[in-house]
């Protein structure tokens, strides 16, 4: 199955930010849409913004999509750790922003450079959307000591 035919980029930069209603939404792989910015870096200017459905919630399916959206960096508020590897095999550069911030101001942030890396891990339980089968085979139970608040534990995580 192939992806509809997307128009190309005007020209620059596509970034792309999982968002709910005009925000960052705060868990990658359950975001409603998708904005894919199209930038100019030079002049720190926003050319067109698209907003897209994304494919359904699979593992490894959102950095091979959005690599074929020709994106080259994503906007995430939290994101797993086999996502984050997945992305740098793709070539898509990560950066981390509060969730719940206005996509405009998220655009502004990553073109001044204030946007940081994300830590990583998936530390997300409790956040009211559904998983795939076995999401949480890696991830303590919810009341565990290994899930007290703290870093979230080592080893790749199952979640996008």
């Known amino acids: 199955m192939s992806d509809p035919v997307q128009p190309l980029p005007v020209s620059g930069f596509t970034i792309a930010v999982p968002v709910e209603n005009g925000r960052l939404h705060g868990h990658f792989g359950g975001a409603p849409r998708f904005a894919l910015a199209e930038v100019d870096r030079a002049r720190k200017a926003v050319l067109l913004v698209r907003m897209l459905m994304p494919p359904p919630h699979a593992p490894g399916a959102f950095p091979h999509w959005l690599r074929r959206q020709g994106v080259g960096a994503v906007i995430v508020g939290g994101i797993g750790q086999r996502a984050l590897s997945l992305f740098a095999e793709q070539g898509i550069e990560v950066r981390a922003g509060p969730p719940g911030t206005p996509l405009e101001e998220l655009i502004a942030r990553y073109l001044e450079g204030t946007l940081p890396p994300p830590a990583g891990g998936c530390s997300h339980h409790d956040h ?7 999401h949480h085979n890696r991830h303590p139970p919810p009341h565990s000591p290994r899930n007290s608040g703290g870093p979230p534990p080592a080893g790749p995580a199952t979640c996008l």
Do not use: F, L
């Open 128 to 134: 009211g959307h559904p998983h795939a089968p076995r």
